[in-house]
């Protein structure tokens, strides 16, 4: 994370703690999911690679949570396999009933190069999205008000290009030569990732476009996530060669710039505060629930 400010003050930090939880509780363990987590198997191609190995495959699941894809992937592949939980979260961690979990953050993952066969990066998570969505929300009732808002959007749009980038980035590193990188969420038409305007050695080997049950976009809506139409992708890159270190050094250093245009910004933090009283409130009416 940006190196110049504080780590409380850090926007990255702040974002996180007000990002979306409880991902496996309001939507992957619920049944209408299913099919998700089957076709990101399926259109990955994990289970021909891990038919055609002679030993067992390393996947990482990046952000994996409750560990939903571990347990399908162990449902489904019918030969040995290591899959290891990457995520923040210790709650989510703990609902994982998979063996090898770790707790760590996206950008900097905790594991040695070159250690994975594959890394999923499904429902990738994104921070800045909270704030985004936050502010796709509100009815602003000035001109002001609006150029501060546009303002504030392009800001989080660079710091949000950037995570995602490095996320990327982090996804090959661990990733063995010829490695398979999959992507899938919520389709929001071509570039949802934008994976392919990133200037990285990956090379698309599989793209599928898929609905699910109309619940499905009730489900994320209470997550936080707005769906409008429960249509989903699944996206499979092959590794064709390593990350250049310097593109790596660019971007950290225009997420750190970037991170300290949002510190600087006054709209930032109005709208941070904003979030943090609605989610007191919302937590007073939840307790008030829970005492009656
Ligand atoms: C939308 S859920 C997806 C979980 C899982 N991949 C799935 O599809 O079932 C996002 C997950 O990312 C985790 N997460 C959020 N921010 C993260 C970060 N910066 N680094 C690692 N994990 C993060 C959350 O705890 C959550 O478990």
Redesign the pocket.
């Known amino acids: 994370m940006g190196g110049r400010i504080a780590e409380k003050d850090n926007p990255l930090t702040v974002m ?1 703690e007000l ?3 409880q ?2 509780e309001k ?2 363990s619920s049944k209408e ?1 299913e099919k998700f ?1 089957r076709k990101v198997i399926s259109a990955s191609g994990v289970l021909d690679m891990a038919e055609r190995s002679s030993r067992p495959l390393t996947i990482v ?9 571990g347990h399908e992937l162990e449902k489904e592949v019918k030969k040995p396999i290591n899959i290891v939980n ?4 210790n ?2 961690l703990r609902i994982d009933n998979g063996k090898l979990k770790i707790r ?4 900097h993952l905790p594991l040695a190069d070159k250690v994975a066969d594959v890394a ?8 800045v999205r909270v704030v985004e969505n936050h502010l796709e929300r509100t009815k602003p009732d000035s001109i002001k008000e609006i150029a501060d808002n546009y303002e504030l959007y392009c800001l989080l749009a660079d710091a949000r290009h950037c ?1 995602v980038k490095l ?1 990327v980035f982090e996804g090959l590193r661990i990733l063995k030569d010829n490695g398979i990188m999959s992507f899938g ?1 919520v389709y929001r038409g071509p570039s949802t990732y934008g994976v392919e305007k990133i200037d990285v050695p990956l090379k698309q080997v599989g793209f599928e476009i898929f609905g699910l049950d109309l619940k499905v976009a009730k489900l994320w809506d209470d ?1 936080g996530i707005s769906v409008e139409k429960p249509e989903f992708f699944v996206e499979s890159f092959r590794k064709i060669g390593e990350v250049n270190r310097s593109s790596v050094t660019q971007c950290r250093n225009a997420l750190r710039d970037s991170l300290e245009s949002l510190s600087g910004s006054k709209r930032f933090w109005e709208v941070i505060g904003e979030m943090r009283r609605a989610e007191e409130a919302k937590k007073k009416i939840v307790g008030k629930i829970d005492r009656e």
């Open positions: 996180q990002y979306f939880t991902f496996h939507v992957s999911m987590y699941d990046i952000c994996g949570g409750g560990g939903r894809l990457v995520d923040i979260s709650e989510q760590g953050e996206m950008m999923l990066l499904i429902n990738m998570p994104n921070p995570t996320a969420t997550y």
